[in-house]
């Protein structure tokens, strides 16, 4: 598959990739910039933790939806305009954001963000993966996995700096990411290649399904786990972050809310980077090993109260979450053909965000019952459950592997 020319003013494929992986950390921006004002709007509005938790999860679930509908889209309308439809849908839930004064027009704003970012997601992915160098496999999946947390980590600083330091702080930064998407939308339609010549099946790939290409099966199945764990735990961070630096480590200032958020994805992404070259098995395994050890720190912070406990354990969980994602992001989408991409990818993002929202929405609950310290403190313990068994699941696979080697050599 190679990248079309339509019209003489369309980028080449270096600075189309660049521009693709500059949306994709935007539109996560947008998802993460809501964490800083959740304290600040349940105050002003007054809302439970379980509410809080409904309304980060909303935004889930519509993603989920759009991903199982029109995350293969893209494969037979072309790239371009099924971008372009997600941009110009996510500036629209950032004027909902503006206009939100209560519960009811926050959630239908998280559900139209959900909806747009699910759309835009297996598009994106799909896109970044087919305008990469010919030479450059890897730099596709590593900005694939690092373009996201980037864009969490920019969403959360920009929205606390926001808060705290600039006028009309729960509206700004939906202006300015509204302004962005339909700029982003603009430059999609006008100067981005096509990757995909149209084919017929539009109307099928609308049939909700996961597809997973047989080649890559057993390796997905392998990197569930890894899925499972990373996501769940940023999950945690992004929905109960806020709270949990305001009220169990006294933090007051939203701007340093927001670098505490932030420092989680900042070191997957560092994380990601630093391992774009090492093999797909040892990043993995650094990965969950950081994981582990970083869900560890952070129970010893909830228990002391410490401060630079907690900034420690996000910077060592967050970069187990960008290793171990990286790796298991590569696993898989090294086993599919070009047109398989987008619906790979989203069967990805699928298994990512059900851990993302799910134990963040049980946890919610909990947190009405016993407490928030309590229910982190059990959340922490269930991801490094969770990291353990997908290390012993990947050293168990590898070892696997192997022994047919070893047998052979020994002939």
Known sequence: MGVTHGEPWTLGRGAAFWTVAGATATLLAASSAPSPLYPVLQARIGFSALTLTVIFAVYVVALLVALLTVGRLSDFLGRRPVLAAALVVEAASMGLFLLADGVPLLLLAR?????????????????????QPDDGRRLGSLVNGAAPTTGLALGAVGTGVL??????????????????????????????????????????????????????????????????????????????????????????????????????????????????????????????GALLV????????????????????????????????????????????????????????VVSYLAFSVPAVVAGVLITRVGLLPTVQGYGAFVAVLAAVSLLVQLVRRGGAAAPGQAHSAR
């Open 163 to 288: 808060v705290q330091y600039a006028p009309a702080p729960t509206h700004l930064v939906f202006a300015l990411l509204g302004v962005a998407f339909l700029i982003l939308a603009l430059v999609t339609v006008t100067v981005l290649p096509e990757t995909v010549s149209r084919a017929p099946g539009a109307l099928r790939a609308l049939r909700p399904r996961v597809a997973v290409p047989a080649a890559a099966r057993r390796e997905f199945l392998g990197a569930t786990p890894t899925m499972v764990a990373t996501w769940a735990l940023g999950g945690l961070v992004l929905s109960v972050g806020g709270s949990l630096l305001s009220q169990v480590f006294d933090v007051t200032s939203s701007a340093v809310v927001g670098v505490g958020i932030a420092l989680f994805s900042s070191a997957g992404t560092v994380a990601a980077v630093l391992a774009r070259d090492a093999a797909v098995t040892t990043t993995a395994h650094r990965g969950l």
């Open 294 to 349: 970083g869900t560890g720190v952070l129970e010893g912070a909830l228990q002391t109260a410490s401060l630079p406990l907690f900034v420690l354990a996000s910077l060592v969980a967050g970069a187990g979450f960008g290793a171990s994602f990286l790796g298991a992001l590569r696993a898989v989408t090294q086993l599919a053909a070009p047109h398989e991409r987008a619906a790979l990818l989203s069967a990805v993002y």
């Open 111 to 131: 559900v139209v963000q959900g909806l747009a970012t699910g759309a835009a997601v297996g598009v994106l992915g799909a896109y970044l993966l087919d305008l």
